[in-house]
């Protein structure tokens, strides 16, 4: 196995100062040494050692720059670099956007970026006056925009602990009723799953999210439901239906009663609506769906408890508009590749792009289907579903906190009591 660049870099500061040092006749032999030990050509390696430890070496032929290893800088100085996204102006500018995408990645954010600033300025809504600026929002790469936003990105961490993670998708579906293939390549399969909104007191009645997301395409709609009960999770469900671009081709849910249900079943069977589910109690059988319950639900609601008539309306009120936010302005990116090599897992993902121009790009969607959303994006300002996004967050989380904690669950005459034998002891001998 070949040297690491470290290792290498050691070599040349080891051998250089004797190579400089002495005789043509011993310089052959430290330079016989050196080729064996880093497979370099000869002419390369004798350059190396002739050159360690000076700051610059211009080439000839093109007057390149060659970094030498070795060199060490005056004790107390720093690299200074040109600065060119140092600007106030161009950082409050990447916060703005930032901030109006809801805190996207920086593979994301350039895209979203390029993808927002030219309509802004069309619809004359934002513009951004310096051209410097404007140029180097549009060029901007991912790992700068990354850096730079480091610090905002501590500050305004969403605090609390998400219980979905994404995983690989698994085939071994337990098929319920099957009127087509299960094809990921085609829009219209999709999985669906709730989230619920107890605020860490599952008791009682509370809202219930209903996630549904085309596997293709990762266009997704939302939906609030009053519970979880059969009725309810199948209204949602209809509703959700009529706003896909496209006809719902498939289903995959987990197992759960409000999905694996007579009133479920017969609604596939008449529709002709592929019906599968995943294993029981592997959340990675769902995992794009699982995935969005954080990137779409948890971050835009929160984990308050939800469960009042009012905070019903206006979590319909927001989802809304998160669809449209979500869906045609909101890249993603989705997984090509996944190679292990040892211990490291590499992934290959495609180039991000919105669930809008994913439908656009498909050639099996209509072209009526492409059209009627075109025109609906026409009418889009993303600045002002922002501002509504916002505006009905603030009052959904002022309900929450108003209503105060949940009060506690009530007990019937056969409960068992509170306290426990077991219960007194451990916290007799565990005091914390």
Known sequence: MGLTMRERHAIIRELSSRFQRVRKKERSRILDEFVRLTKYTRCYAAFVLRNCGKKQVRMVAGHRIVFIPGHARPPGSKRHRRGLYRTKAFLDALQQFWALSDGLCGKRLTVFISEVLPLLERQGTLSVADQTVRQQLLGVSAATADRLLANTKRESQLRGRSLTRPGSLLKHHIAIRTFADWNDQ?????????????????????????????????????????????????????????????????????NGSEFINNELLR????????????????????????????????????????????????????????????NFFLPVMKLKAKT?????????????????????????????????????????????????????????????????????????????PLEH?????????NPE
């Open 186 to 254: 085609r829009p219209g399969f999709c999985e669906v799953d709730l989230v619920a909104h107890d605020g860490g007191a599952a008791f009682d009645d509370y809202c219930q999210t209903l996630t549904l997301t085309d596997i293709t395409t990762a266009w997704t709609e939302t939906e609030a439901v009053k519970n979880k009960a059969q009725i309810h999770v199948f209204a949602g469900l209809q509703e959700v239906r009529t706003r896909l671009p496209f006809p719902l081709l498939g289903i995959d849910s987990d």
């Open 340 to 416: 292990r090599r040892g211990s490291r897992l590499i992934r290959q993902y495609d180039e991000p792009k919105t669930p809008f121009r994913r439908v656009l790009e498909h050639p099996l969607i209509p072209q009526h289907i492409k059209d009627n959303l075109s025109s609906l994006y026409a009418t889009l300002n993303v600045v002002l579903l922002k501002r509504e996004l916002n505006h009905l967050q603030n009052l959904l989380f002022r309900t929450a906190l108003l209503a105060g904690p949940p009060p506690k669950p009530s007990l019937s005459r056969h409960a068992p």
């Open 267 to 326: 609604y596939c069977n008449d529709q002709k609506i592929t019906f599968t589910r995943g294993r029981p109690y592997r959340k990675n059988d769902n995992c794009f769906v699982e995935q969005k319950n954080y990137s779409i639900v948890r971050r835009t609601v929160g984990y308050y408890r939800y469960d009042s008539t009012t905070q019903l309306h206006l979590l319909r009120s927001l989802y809304a508009r998160l669809r449209l936010y979500t």
């Open 421 to 429: 034998p077991w219960r007194n002891t451990f916290y007799r001998h």
